[in-house]
């Protein structure tokens, strides 16, 4: 037995998503030959996050405590409640400032193609956090592709049923474009909402 | 000082050779979200490689062993020394079946712009390992690229200059290629080393 070290980092490093056979062999000799030191640090980073990471009982995004510091946060305002797909995606809307309300992230929309129904992205724990008696409007931020469009029905129908307002972002052309450039449906998408 | 164990592991993805924010986050997230296993694997792989890894004393490549299982190969030709810059160069030679000498691996090649010289890259060792006695031609298989090139004509001068006989992989047209789409530097080439 002898060298087998290598062979398994690389296997190892293509779980990564986007990393296959030849990216992974690059990332393996490049830890190994120029940085040992990060090769160490990121074993410890994973094996850190792996084992700390859980869900925020309320917003069920990604925390080390049982609540995330957003969900926390006295100064956000319980009654608003925005509905996004990803963390990445409540990162996104962080960066922009606009939004002083609260959060619930599904960890994933739904995808029949894929096999993914309402129960894998816990929409009914969605309800239940919706209908705490304190939020007032759902704002459905899930992306404009199929499946986000899909999943923002369903929420939508469930939520209307229960008596609450929801709304879903804007659709329309994105600032500093020229309307040469943008396409159809998102122009058309932008005369119907015309305001 | 909560959910710090996140940024922590982005950060350390980042240390990847081509992987900037956007790809660490998702690797992240995919990782915690729909690999924890995965995430532990990379993490053992990591350290085992890191500690086990170091170099063959004969050909310089990744081994855990005092020589690696190339060089300790009664069947190798150990007439032929091919010099390649990586090990993944070696694996693609080793892959053809068509060679059946010793390696000696560089870790690199000769990038004056980058501050990367003679002694960074260990030619002292390869001129060593070169004059060993045994072996008789010594076949430059470093890349076509500019920095490759230099490499090869340093280290072919320094090798005539010791009385071995040096070779350099053929230049030409690939197989497989209609002379048409072929970029006129490599017909070029192919005409003057016509045979």
Redesign the interface.
Known sequence: M?????P??I???R????VGQK?A?????????H??E?????????????S??RHCSQCHT????EV??TCRNPQRDASKLCVVE???DQ?ALERTGAFRGLYFVL??KLSPLDGIGPKDIGLSRLFERATDGRVQEVIVATNFTAEGEATAHVIGEALKARGLKVTRLARGVPAGSELEYVDLGTIAHALVDRR
């Open positions: 002898s060298s087998n070290s290598l398994a980092l296997d190892a490093l779980r990564l998503p986007g990216s062999s690059r990332m393996a000799y490049h830890l190994l030959q940085d040992r990060g090769a160490q640090l990121l074993a410890q980073a994973l094996q850190q996050a792996a700390r990471m990604f925390t080390e405590d995330c510091d990803t963390p990445a990162a960890m994933g």
